[in-house]
């Protein structure tokens, strides 16, 4: 299995401009979580999804900030506008089940390092 | 307001001595807790996990103790070796929905030096 997949690896972009990170799971993984790595603050939990369906999005920051996922197999974060704030690393995990527990080990990808100029 | 705290940016350790990492949280609700590793430009990687029902959990070089009282757990690797140098994050599960939300402390990076 080619683990979880996170597109593009590294974004460079001005301040303003629309961001869309990708991020496709493990294949028969039923739950998607976003994560943002900051120095500061750790690996924050964004949003998290079952069975392509928004769970929590109490910690998306701002209504910048969106998240959709389509199909089992794909996922998007997307800031409009971005602003320099939001420069950290993105990952994506993912996990069959969702209660976090010995059997629902989250699985993360190897994240997208986004600098906003 | 930081639930889970690792209060140690850094570490660093010889070769064959103990590496101990910390973590403090706040929420007597958590239960259960996970420690997690990660390499430069790479994700997280699940490393170990313990109960609120057990006070210790062991994996080869790897022990995770837990004090509930203080609310403090621990990640004691015995021996270290280098390829252990890497950022760990300590991580505990909100119960009340069972919904798996995790949340992780800032983490604390390691260096074993040879």
């Known amino acids: 299995d080619a683990g979880v997949i996170q597109s593009p690896r590294h974004e460079v972009t001005e301040m303003g401009q629309e961001v869309t990170l990708r991020c496709k799971p493990i294949?028969?993984?039923?739950?998607l979580f976003w994560y943002r790595q900051t120095m500061m603050r750790g690996l924050e939990l964004l949003i998290y999804?079952?069975?392509?369906?928004?769970?929590?999005d109490s910690g998306m920051p701002e209504d910048r900030f969106s998240a959709k996922m389509p199909n089992a197999s794909f996922s998007t974060l997307k800031i409009q506008p971005s602003e320099p704030r939001d420069s950290a690393v993105y990952f994506c995990?993912?996990?069959?089940?969702?209660?976090?527990?010995?059997?629902?080990?989250?699985?993360f990808g190897p994240g997208t390092r986004l600098l906003v100029l | 307001d930081q639930q889970v705290k690792q209060n140690s940016p850094s570490l660093s350790v010889q070769e064959g001595r103990i590496s101990i990492l910390n973590c403090d949280y706040t929420?007597?609700?958590?239960?259960?807790f996970l420690w997690y590793k990660k390499y430069p430009a790479e994700g997280p990687t699940f490393l170990i996990s313990?109960?609120?029902?057990?006070d210790k959990n062991e994996d080869g070089r790897f022990t995770v103790f837990l004090n509930k009282s203080a609310k403090h757990l621990s990640l004691h690797i015995v021996p270290s070796q280098p390829g252990d140098s890497a950022v760990y994050f300590c991580?505990?599960?909100?119960?009340?929905?069972?919904?798996?939300?995790?949340?992780f402390g800032q983490g604390t990076t390691l260096q074993v030096k040879p």
């Open positions: 929420n007597s609700m958590f239960d259960y």
């Open positions: 294949s028969g993984h039923n739950s």
């Open positions: 313990i109960s609120s029902i057990k």
């Open positions: 995990a993912s996990s069959f089940g969702l209660a976090g527990g010995p059997r629902e080990t989250q699985y």
């Open positions: 991580a505990a599960r909100i119960p009340s929905s069972n919904t798996g939300k995790l949340i």
């Open positions: 999804f079952n069975n392509n369906v928004p769970i929590d």
